[in-house]
Nanobody, 126 residues
Framework: VDLVESGGGLVQAGGSLRLSCAAP????????RGWFRQTPGKERDFVAA????????VYADSVKGRFTISRDNAQNLVYLQMNRLKPEDTAVYYC????????????????????WGQGTQVTVSS
C-alpha cells in the first residue's frame, strides 16, 4: 500500500473534518501531494494540491476558502482540513503523490499522480 488515508466519517453540514494521509515505508518529502474526491458514477475530481516545498498550494474553486491542505515532511504526512462542510462535499476522498515535480510545482491533473491511497468516505448530512 503506497498511501493510507484516515479521518473520514459522517458530519453535519457546517461541521469540520481533518483527513490525514500517511505513506508507510516510502519517504515522500520530495513529492508534490494532492487530494481528489469521487462520487459514484463520476470522474475523480481535483480538490487541493501542495508542492513538496510546502510553499505552493492550489485549490478547486468549490473548496477555496473552506479547505486547507498542509504537510509535515518530517512525519511524512499530508492533511486536508475541511471546514464549513456542505452536503455536496460528500465523496470518497483520495490522497495522491506526484513524483515528477519541481520545488514549487503543483498539478491538478489526476493523471500526473503516481501513487494513490485506497480512499476514505466523507459524508455530510443536511
Amino acid at each position: 500500500v503506497d498511501l493510507v488515508e484516515s479521518g473520514g466519517g459522517l458530519v453535519q453540514a457546517g461541521g469540520s473534518l481533518r483527513l490525514s494521509c500517511a505513506a508507510p515505508g516510502r519517504a515522500m518529502d520530495h513529492y508534490a501531494r494532492g487530494w481528489f474526491r469521487q462520487t459514484p458514477g463520476k470522474e475523480r475530481d481535483f480538490v487541493a494540491a501542495i508542492s513538496w516545498s510546502g510553499t505552493n498550494t492550489v485549490y478547486a474553486d468549490s473548496v477555496k476558502g473552506r479547505f486547507t491542505i498542509s504537510r509535515d515532511n518530517a512525519q511524512n504526512l499530508v492533511y486536508l482540513q475541511m471546514n464549513r462542510l456542505k452536503p455536496e462535499d460528500t465523496a470518497v476522498y483520495y490522497c495522491a503523490a506526484d513524483v515528477d515535480t519541481s520545488f514549487n510545482g503543483v498539478d491538478y491533473r489526476a493523471q500526473s499522480y503516481d501513487y494513490w491511497g485506497q480512499g476514505t468516505q466523507v459524508t455530510v448530512s443536511s
